[in-house]
């Protein structure tokens, strides 16, 4: 048996497919474009694992997609692949709506297609799992209740806003077509191989250069923060589990203010590599303009996916984020690497 998982070299689809073989053996087919956050020194550990195959492609790909398909004749497709940082998407949308809108759906087509032919036990237990975001829902005031499945889409970014058209898209095929599908929409992921554009890997790396910890307004947005390894978890039991063509929102019960992660992490930073000259990284805290259409907060109410499936979050915020220093810490040389060509040439644009 195959799972075919694209966007398997990003942060979330890395974190999942090294979760994947720690849980089982059964095959996996990465399929990612390798664009500036697609890093396949990310799933270096299972480079000598014969259950493993890499492909590198764009899921806009109708010829490359239909070989993958009828190749390795996957049970399951979980789509991670997606452009993700609305700051790059207010910079810059049209890749955002080539990647999550037309890559969606050629995507979809294709695998339409491929389980339409099939047959038997292979069509009918097939399933296509979406993995969105929160964004789609929009903005929360600070008194209004966290959003559920049923909250109308209201995107405020370009990023959002092609993602809430991808959500669609799934929720189209299916109804229209029958196509077995399921989607997910998870809070703010954090932890291991998060790309350095993010806030907590860019405070961290900033902090630990001496350079200055950009907080974008006033640093009172509150986002819902769950550790990436808890919405792999839960990723895997909604595949297994779910009901298909429902939505399972996943979040990690986490709310925090921007400003309080980014004091965290300082003090933590403080305990286990303390600056030289005694002070802290704190004070490395400057305020910068806010983003245009920044929402205010996030907030996730993953009731259902907790009393249909049982999933509970493991990592409070307070621990998650400390293992989350502690790989960056000792990940030095990932660090580095990461840190130069495009991604380098990005953050001397946006925050210079």
Not at 22 to 45: C, F, M, R, W
Not at 67 to 91: C, G, K, T
Not at 101 to 115: A, D, F, Q, S
Not at 316 to 332: A, D, M
Request: proline share 5%; net charge negative.
């Amino acid at each position: 048996m195959t799972i075919l998982v694209t966007g398997a070299a990003g942060f979330i689809g890395s974190n999942f497919v090294l979760d994947w073989f720690e849980q089982n053996d059964e095959h996996i087919v990465s399929l990612d474009k390798l664009t500036y956050a697609g890093n396949l020194e990310n799933l270096q550990p299972l480079e000598n694992n014969e259950n493993h195959i890499f492909v590198r492609g764009d899921i806009a790909d109708e010829k490359l997609i239909t070989s993958i398909l009828n190749e390795y004749q996957p049970r399951a497709i979980i789509n991670f692949a997606a452009e993700s940082h609305v700051d790059r998407s207010i910079h810059g949308p049209k890749d955002f709506i080539t990647t999550n809108i037309v890559g969606t759906y050629t995507l979809l087509e294709m695998v339409r297609n491929y389980w339409y032919n099939l047959d038997g036990q292979p069509k009918k237990k097939f399933k296509f799992l979406h993995v969105s975001t929160d964004e789609v829902y929009g903005s929360l005031d600070s008194n209004d209740p966290p959003f559920s499945e049923t909250n109308a889409y209201a995107p405020s970014s370009p990023y959002s806003a092609s993602k809430a058209a991808s959500d669609h898209l799934i929720r189209a095929w299916h109804e229209t077509y029958g196509l077995p599908v399921i989607t997910t929409n998870c809070s703010n992921n954090y932890g291991p191989y998060h790309f350095p554009e993010k806030l907590i890997p860019l405070c961290i790396l900033n902090a630990l250069n001496g350079e200055l910890l950009p907080i974008y307004g006033d640093g009172l947005q509150v986002r819902d923060w769950l550790y990436v390894k808890d919405h792999c978890t839960a990723i895997r039991l909604v595949l297994e589990e779910a009901r298909i063509g429902e939505t399972y929102n996943i979040g990690g019960r986490n709310e925090k203010a921007n400003i309080d992660v980014v004091r965290a992490l300082c003090s933590i930073l403080d305990e286990l590599q303390p600056k030289k000259d005694g002070s802290k990284y704190a004070t490395q805290i400057t305020y910068v303009k806010d983003r245009p259409g920044h929402d205010k907060r996030y907030a996730i109410d993953a009731t259902k996916l907790e009393s249909e499936l049982g999933w509970m979050p493991q990592e409070t915020f307070e621990s998650g984020i400390r293992k989350t220093v502690e790989w960056y810490l000792s990940h030095q040389d990932w660090v580095s690497r990461v840190q130069s060509g495009e991604y380098q040439r990005w953050i001397d644009k946006q925050y210079q």
